[in-house]
């Protein structure tokens, strides 16, 4: 197998190559830039230390953990259901929910607005209803619709595969033993999908931290992190500060991806 | 277990509320591409003027997404495939963490990758201006989707034994992998392959940070004609979107299924 060997190393030099230089030295330059500013080192903590940095990290988590929550919350409804029922139409049911995967966060943005944005369906619908005019897409209210928009379908990919593969017997075993519905839900099905629920909540709560095509199309007045990012580089011209950022930023979404996935990891291990 | 009549109901209800907050938006923007005047409604006619328009203003965008998503399919598949091949052959501590610095970039938003690249290569004025440096971002963002696809294929057909019983008939270790490793990972080279295209078609994150005025992509035209075109052709050309992807996820989730069934 020697000659085998040789021919691994070779095969995985274009991959060293390319990932050392579009990847690892763009990354070294990207925390250099982030400490040559007129502020020096500090600048790497000026997501904490700026309080209108601060402000705008705090609202991003808070949007993402929202985005989050709903999320999950809609799509363990919508899985367990499509998982334990058997109709006419639910494959269609099932492509139409898991559509909009490929939607990049721009088409969202647009989806937004053709919902809730000035010539919305829920513009029109509600000035024929006689209740004012709701326009919500260039707000925050906006972003938060088009963040689940985006995660819904991933959310529902993952935890369908999750509840299929539970066993049925389990439910079934501790509602003979005397346990409520509301028990069998709490004790049972939802740890067994526990660990889906942990990796596509930290999918969609990183998602919702970077995204920045959806903020993008709604609007710049939005203050998400992504927005800063982008503003402070390209009209403000502030490196040091856009660097910084957005090394914390892929710090985060770093950490919730690596934390969950070994939860997840652990989780499936014990089941298995 | 049979579920409550109200949590039937309650579940029921959801799932058709949800199904109608992602399709209900997408069915509104397909008719505006086709409606003389959306603001007046549907009554004002159909036309398909708003697609020829979006086909006269932005057909270079269109073409220059499809190119890049072939050439960043051509590296990938270059790149990735012997290296999945390198890397799942003999698992260790070293591989699990190239793997894991070659993932990186997916768990990194696109705007942190994109201002490394500007502030590593954006002097390189050539390069700057090229589509080249877009294919750059597109690659370094989709390998790991082809490099983990390859890897998983790999790994369940037991490929190892195959290439031992190849050498015993003296196959020499390029051989193998041209005659044996590859046709039996086809079922995760193909189902990379999609996944790197539909991605490197809608990619924005990146995209809209390293194009020049000269190198504009679909979603960077898209991002264009939200901000400053009339509803109707924004419509149009999110349909000549949906035209190209829709066909590719319909394709990879149909494939996902058959390839993961082989692989039970």
């Known amino acids: 197998m020697h000659s085998a060997d040789r ?27 982030a400490g040559s500013g007129p502020n020096g080192l500090a600048e790497y903590l000026a997501i904490l230390t700026n309080p ?22 809609i799509g363990t409804v919508v899985a367990l259901f499509l998982a334990r029922n058997r109709f006419v139409g639910r494959p269609l049911l099932v492509s139409l929910l898991t559509l909009p995967l490929a939607f990049p966060g721009v088409v969202v943005g647009f989806m937004v607005i ?26 925050m209210a906006g972003l938060f619709a088009g963040y689940v928009y985006f995660s819904l379908p991933r959310v529902l990919v993952t935890l369908m595969a999750a509840v299929e593969k ?3 017997a389990l439910e079934e075993a501790a509602r003979s033993l005397g346990a409520s519905r509301a028990q069998v839900m709490r004790d049972v099905t939802l740890p067994g999908i526990a660990p889906a629920l942990m990796a596509s909540g930290a999918i969609a709560f990183a998602t919702a931290m970077g995204a920045f095509g959806t903020a993008f199309t709604l609007a710049t007045r939005i203050d998400v992190l992504a927005m800063t990012i982008y503003t402070e580089f390209t009209l403000n011209a502030n490196f040091a500060t856009a660097a910084a950022l957005s090394i914390a930023l892929g710090l985060i979404t770093w950490m919730v991806l690596a934390l969950t996935r070994n939860f997840a990891g652990s989780g499936v291990a014990a089941a298995g | 277990m049979k579920p ?62 499809i190119a890049i998503a ?11 495939v012997p290296a999945a091949w390198a890397l799942a052959r ?37 390069f700057r201006m090229s589509p080249l440096f877009i294919l750059t971002g597109h690659v370094l963002y989709t390998l790991p989707f082809m490099l983990r696809a ?34 039996n990972a086809r079922g995760g080279i193909l189902a990379g392959a999609l996944m790197v295209v539909t991605l490197s078609i809608g990619e924005f994150n990146l995209t809209w940070m390293l194009h020049t005025p000269l190198t504009k992509t679909l979603p960077v035209g898209l991002a264009d004609s939200y901000a400053s075109m009339r509803l109707e052709i924004a419509s149009a050309y999110t349909l000549v979107f949906f035209v190209m992807i829709v066909p590719l996820l319909v394709a990879l989730q149909l494939f996902g299924r058959t390839v993961q069934g082989a692989a039970r």
């Open chain 2, 90 to 126: 003999r698992p260790s501590r070293l591989t699990r963490l190239v793997e894991e610095v070659v993932t990186l970039p997916v768990a990194i938003p696109g705007l942190a990758l994109a201002l490394a690249l500007i502030l590593a290569y954006g002097g390189i004025r050539e």
């Open chain 1, 7 to 33: 021919l691994a190393r070779l095969f995985l030099l274009p991959l060293f190559l390319f990932v050392a230089a579009f990847f690892l030295l763009p990354m070294v330059r990207l925390v250099g830039v």
């Open chain 1, 166 to 168: 539970l066993d049925p």
């Open chain 1, 114 to 139: 053709l919902l809730a944005g000035r010539q919305g369906l829920l513009s029109s619908l509600s000035m024929g209803l006689g209740m004012g005019r709701w326009v919500f897409a260039y707000s």
């Open chain 1, 52 to 73: 209108r940095h601060l402000a705008t990290l705090l609202a991003t988590l808070a949007l993402s953990a929202a985005v989050t929550a709903a999320t999950l919350a």
């Open chain 2, 4 to 65: 409550h009549r109200l949590t039937f109901a309650f579940q029921l209800t959801v799932t058709l509320l949800a199904c109608a907050f992602l399709m209900v938006p997408a069915g509104a923007s397909i008719l505006a591409g086709f409606t003389v005047n959306y603001f007046r409604g549907v009554s004002s006619g159909l036309t398909l003027k708003w697609i020829g328009e979006v086909l006269a203003l932005y057909s270079d965008t269109i073409a220059l997404s």
């Open chain 2, 70 to 80: 072939l050439g960043t399919l051509g590296v990938t598949l270059l790149i990735g």
């Open chain 2, 150 to 183: 390859v890897m998983a294929v790999l790994a369940a057909v037991d490929v190892r034994t195959l290439e031992e019983g190849a050498a015993s008939l003296g196959a020499s270790p390029l051989q193998r992998f041209f005659h044996v490793v590859v046709p």
